[in-house]
């Protein structure tokens, strides 16, 4: 049970607050978006935050613009 | 819509042959009488709970286009009931919007065979105590789709809901959007549709074919069901075949191959350039060994998705062909979500490069680094399904690719420009 | 007493005023989505929201001050019901209307999580409503309103936030806004 960081993404404007305050897990796209570095290989959704990014990405979650960040200890799954 | 009188009378030929169909047994728009008459009547009583574990029997996966194990879908909201803390009845929904423009399998069924469906509805809502049913179809299905269930007492709760004709509205949470608040764009997912849906209750959306065969199913049993097909693809499914032929349902069992489908289809083996195969979001196959299976290794079975087969004939452009799907693509998003919005589009603008002649050689970098960009970063998989497409097309048609690189195309009519 | 707390209302005024002018320059700002030179955004974002809150303490001094001060002939009532007041009721009853705004801006501010965007987004364009009619107040109601220094310092604001707004509303205000040209509307 990690702590994931779920990105809505219809609620995403790409101001990039979260990346700046998560740099070594996200990056930005081409038109602002975030994007999480581990690439394809892992949930780009629901970003998997280490121990040493949880206070990060509270504040992430906390200052989002469009309140587009939810921090949460279970892992959300694909709609069935 | 001519395609479905052309699919029915492809079907009304293939009657005779042993056990080729089940779905359409009752005939062409068939009422109440030809449908008991075909598959007997249906004892509703006998159905509770428990028939979740006959469907995970029977191997049965879901016939919409992401081939889930059906009763794992019933489990969870059969469970998304028991564990909501005001033990919210469920919704049961079936989904025939069928926005993939190659396919007409659902709006056939619908219209021919709409009391399957609603058999497998209300066996489907009975095995999750659902309180709420639902059909979800377009404009053409719908009048055939409420006289149906009009002439049905125990159908009379089922809501008709009408989709709109996008390609998007048959997403799952789309559809849920819609019946709750009218609007049927995909949602986030962040809560399971199984444990919060229509009005927070816990929904279950199942393809109207693979409702069709839960009808079955609970009529004859598994055993009946899996002498078609194969282990790993039990059962029959129902495929829309287009392209260099004439447009027609088939119904086909599991792991068949394409060949064989495409030959009882009546499309000349010897023209064809290019199959794609599960519809916009689908393959691009050249060999027509493969078989269609939702499971299996790669160089063997290709998945079946929406149960699409889409024919190229050997002259047209494979590139070009893509190229316009992927620029309808682009202009469905639902334009909610930056990485579709705006990376579908770039995608669009470069194979359009490709496709119509520009030798730049950084294009299939480009086309392939924006696919990795997008995959995975939206509230459904528009994105992911037209990376596939594209990563599809760049694969199989590589030769085609290098060729236009180089100034020419390899299709006999093909012209670069 | 009452002088001290005279010149302590009306001077917590000014600095109240001041501070809501750095808060709506940042603000807009802060819908550019840019950093600000070295101060990254979500710098940005913090230093915006924690000036709104100081510039609202100046606010709540200044209206406190003036409350106690029996010269004011400021009452309770006349600090949320606008245009009742006994001393020139208009240009009071705009502070009135101002403050007002502030209260809903401030609520919406620190309950955003709990009400959503969308209604913090509907009250918070309030705040382009709130500042010229505080500053409208603080020249017409203030005893200093109409002084030389007081009427540079009113236009240099009105310049810079008239500027701001104008930027606001230019084509290339967001900072994302030329990489998405060719999208889809």
Same mark, same amino acid.
Request: charged fraction near 10%; charge should be positive.
């Given at each position: 049970m990690s702590e994931t960081l779920h990105i809505d993404w219809i609620k995403c404007d790409g101001r990039g607050l979260c990346v700046e305050l998560l740099p070594e897990v996200l990056g930005r796209d081409d038109w602002g978006y975030p994007v999480a570095r581990w690439g394809s290989t892992g949930d780009r959704t629901n970003v998997a935050i280490g121990a040493s990014d949880l206070e990060a990405a509270r504040d992430a979650a906390k200052l989002c613009?469009? @309140?587009? @960040?939810? @921090?949460?200890?279970?892992?959300?799954?694909k709609n069935h | 819509m001519t395609t479905l009188d052309a699919a029915m009378q492809t079907m009304e030929k293939d009657r005779g042959a042993e056990g080729n169909y089940q779905l359409f047994a009752a005939g062409s728009n068939a009422g109440m009488a030809a449908h008991e008459l075909a598959f007997g009547p249906l004892s509703l009583d006998r159905v509770d709970a428990s028939f979740i574990q006959v469907l995970e029997k029977s191997g049965l996966t879901g016939r919409g286009g992401a081939a889930f194990a059906s009763w794992k879908k019933l489990a969870a909201t059969d469970q998304g009931r028991g564990d909501a803390r005001l033990s919210a009845k469920p919704v049961v929904i079936g989904n025939g919007a069928e926005g993939e423009p190659l396919s007409f399998k659902d709006k056939t069924l619908l219209i021919h065979a709409p009391h399957l469906v609603i058999d497998g509805l209300l066996i489907a809502g009975r095995a999750v105590s659902a309180s709420q049913l639902y059909i979800y179809t377009t404009e053409v299905a719908m009048a055939v789709v409420e006289s149906a269930v009009g002439s049905r007492r125990d159908a009379r709760r089922i809501k008709v809901v009408q989709a709109p004709e996008t390609f998007i509205s048959g997403e799952a949470s789309a559809v849920v959007n819609n019946i709750a608040n009218g609007s049927a764009l995909p949602m986030d997912n962040r809560r399971r549709l199984s444990e919060s849906g229509v009005k927070g209750r816990p929904t279950l959306v199942l393809n109207?074919?693979? #409702?069709?065969?839960? !009808?079955?199913i609970a009529r004859h049993g598994v055993g009946w069901f899996r002498t078609a097909g194969s282990d790993r693809d039990p059962g029959t499914r129902l495929v829309s075949v287009s392209g260099q032929a004439a447009e027609q349902v088939l119904e086909v069992e599991g792991d068949a191959r394409i060949s064989d489908i495409l030959a009882s289809a009546g499309v000349d083996l010897g023209r064809v350039g290019a199959v794609l195969v599960g519809g916009y979001h689908g393959q691009w196959v050249r060999s027509m060994e493969y078989r269609l299976s939702p499971m299996g290794p790669g160089d063997q079975v290709v998945r079946p998705g929406?149960?699409?087969?889409?024919? #190229?004939?050997d002259t047209e452009c494979p590139l070009v062909a893509t190229a316009r799907i992927v620029g309808y693509l682009a202009g469905e998003s639902a334009r909610?979500?930056?990485?579709?919005?705006? =990376?579908?589009? !770039?995608? !669009? /603008?470069?194979?359009d490069a490709i496709a119509y002649g520009d030798p730049d050689p950084r294009l299939v970098g480009e086309l392939e680094r924006l696919g990795r960009l997008v995959g995975g970063r939206g509230a459904c998989h528009h994105p992911d399904g037209t990376a596939r497409l594209v990563g599809s097309a760049l694969e199989t048609f590589s030769?085609?690719?290098?060729?236009?690189?180089? =100034?020419?195309?390899? /299709?006999?009519s093909g012209r670069t420009a | 007493m009452d002088s001290a707390l005279w010149a302590f209302g009306r001077v917590s005024?000014?600095?109240s005023l001041a501070l809501f002018t750095a808060t709506v320059l940042l603000g807009i700002l802060t819908r550019s989505g840019r950093p600000l030179f070295t101060v990254p955004r979500f710098s940005v974002a913090l230093v915006h929201r924690n000036i709104s809150l100081l510039a609202t303490v100046f606010l709540a001094l200044h209206v406190g001050a003036l409350l106690l001060d029996s010269f004011a002939k400021l009452n309770v009532t006349d600090v949320v019901v606008p245009f009742l007041g006994s001393f020139k009721p208009f240009w009071q009853g705009l502070g009135t209307v101002a403050f007002d705004l502030v209260l809903a801006l401030l609520v919406t501010g620190l309950m955003r999580h709990r009400l959503g965007q969308r209604t913090f987004r509907a009250i918070h364009w309030l705040s382009y409503a709130m500042w010229p009619i505080a500053l409208a107040h603080a020249i017409g109601n203030g005893t200093n309103g109409t002084s030389k220094w007081f009427l540079l310092l009113a236009v240099a604001s009105v310049v810079v936030v008239g500027g701001a707004v104008l930027w606001r509303m230019s084509a290339t205000f967001l900072e994302t806004a030329k990489a998405r040209q060719g999208g889809l509307s």
């Open positions: 613009p469009k @309140l587009a @960040l939810t @921090l949460s200890t279970s892992q959300p799954g | 109207v074919e693979t #409702l069709a065969h839960v !009808a079955l929406a149960g699409v087969l889409h024919v #190229l004939s909610q979500c930056g990485p579709c919005m705006f =990376g579908l589009p !770039a995608m !669009a /603008r470069v194979l030769a085609d690719v290098k060729a236009h690189l180089a =100034g020419s195309c390899t /299709r006999k | 005024g000014v600095i």
